[in-house]
C-alpha cells in the first residue's frame, strides 16, 4: 500500500470519528413505587387532567439555570424521554393512587379523559434547577366536580437540593419535588372530595 493511500485512509478514519456526536442519554421523572393491586375499584373516581407546562419546559431537552438567575443552559444531549407534561401526569397518578385508593377513590389512567367525579388539574410554572445547588418546583392546582365547580385551589412550591453535576442527580431532585406535590395533595385532596374544608 502507498503512503498517500495511508495517509488518505488515516484522514478519512479521523472524519468518521469527528463526525459522531455524543449519544443523547435520556431521562424519565420516576415515583418510586411499587406497583397497586386491588380486587375492585371504589366508585368515586378522579382524573388527573392534563399538565400544563410553561414553554421554557416545553421541549425535549433537559433545562437547568445558571447561578439561579434567568440565564438557562437547554440540554443537546440530555433529554425527556416523554414530554415532561406527561411524566407530570404519570408521577402525580401513580403517587396518588394507593393513599387515595385507600380513601375510596381510584385514580384514572391516562386516556379515560372524559370520566371522573373529580378532575385535578394541575398548571406548573417552573421546574428546573442548577447544578450543586438546588432544583425548585412552583405550580398552581385546583379540583374541580363533575359540574366544573372548584372545590379547592392552591399553589406549592419547594425546593430540593441538587448535590452534583449530572443529569441523573438533577433529574432525581426534579422527580422529588413532583412526588412530595403529589404526596402533599394525598392529603389535601380528600376533605375536599367529601365536601368538608380542610
Known amino acids: 500500500m502507498s503512503r498517500h493511500l495511508v495517509l488518505l485512509a488515516a484522514l478519512l478514519t479521523m472524519l468518521t470519528a469527528c463526525g459522531r456526536s455524543a449519544p443523547t442519554r435520556y431521562y424519565l421523572l420516576e415515583s418510586a413505587l411499587g406497583p397497586v393491586q386491588a380486587d375492585g375499584l371504589p366508585a368515586k373516581s378522579l382524573r388527573v387532567a392534563q399538565v400544563n407546562v410553561p414553554e421554557y419546559l416545553d421541549r425535549s431537552g433537559i433545562v437547568s439555570r445558571v447561578d439561579g438567575k434567568s440565564r438557562l443552559i437547554i440540554a443537546e444531549f440530555h433529554a425527556w424521554a416523554e414530554p415532561l407534561s406527561h411524566g407530570i401526569r404519570r408521577v402525580f397518578q401513580e403517587t396518588l393512587t394507593p393513599p387515595l385508593l385507600a380513601g375510596g377513590v381510584s385514580v384514572l389512567p ?64 426534579e422527580s422529588s419535588l413532583v412526588r412530595r406535590m403529589a404526596q402533599y395533595l394525598s392529603e389535601k385532596l380528600p376533605p375536599l372530595m367529601a365536601g368538608k374544608k380542610s
Open 110 to 173: 391516562s386516556g379515560d379523559e372524559d370520566s371522573g367525579d373529580f378532575t385535578l388539574l394541575l398548571d406548573i410554572q417552573r421546574l428546573d434547577g442548577n447544578f450543586d445547588e438546588k432544583a425548585v418546583l412552583e405550580a398552581h392546582w385546583s379540583l374541580r366536580n363533575r359540574d366544573e365547580t372548584i372545590l379547592g385551589r392552591g399553589i406549592y412550591a419547594a425546593e430540593e437540593m441538587v448535590r452534583g453535576k449530572s443529569y441523573d442527580v438533577l433529574v432525581n431532585a
